[in-house]
């Protein structure tokens, strides 16, 4: 069994900066990949980023330049820096582990004032 939990979310101002943690706990023995999605109301889930185990960065195609994704492996903490936030930005963030398992997390919101 593996948990997935996020936080770090919260409200800031456009232009400004937040950074979200995911720890994974559990059984995470294996190949894994820890990746961080978005969502709003009436939208899919939209991928930011993922890593692999041994730190294989991919980014989603929209997000590329201002959203970096980070891991500190002894803590098996994935971590999502955001700069230069904007109002469309608003969202709840997701962490994902995809290994043996497939599991999510129950979300951090985010909210960019304008």
């Known amino acids: 069994q593996v948990q997935v939990v996020e936080s770090g979310g919260g409200l800031v101002q456009t232009g400004g900066s937040l950074k979200l943690s995911c720890v994974v706990t559990?059984?995470?023995?294996?190949?894994?990949?820890t990746a961080w999605y978005r969502q709003t109301p009436g939208k899919g889930r939209e991928l930011i980023a993922d890593i692999s185990k041994f730190g294989t960065i991919n980014y989603g195609d929209v997000l590329r330049g201002r959203f970096t994704i980070s891991r500190d492996s002894t803590s098996n903490t994935v971590y999502l820096q955001m700069n230069n936030l904007k109002p469309e930005d608003t969202a709840a963030y997701y962490c994902?582990?995809?290994?043996?398992?497939?599991?999510w997390g129950q979300g951090t919101q985010v909210t960019v004032s304008s």
């Open positions: 559990g059984d995470i023995s294996g190949y894994y990949t």
């Open positions: 994902r582990y995809i290994g043996k398992v497939d599991t």
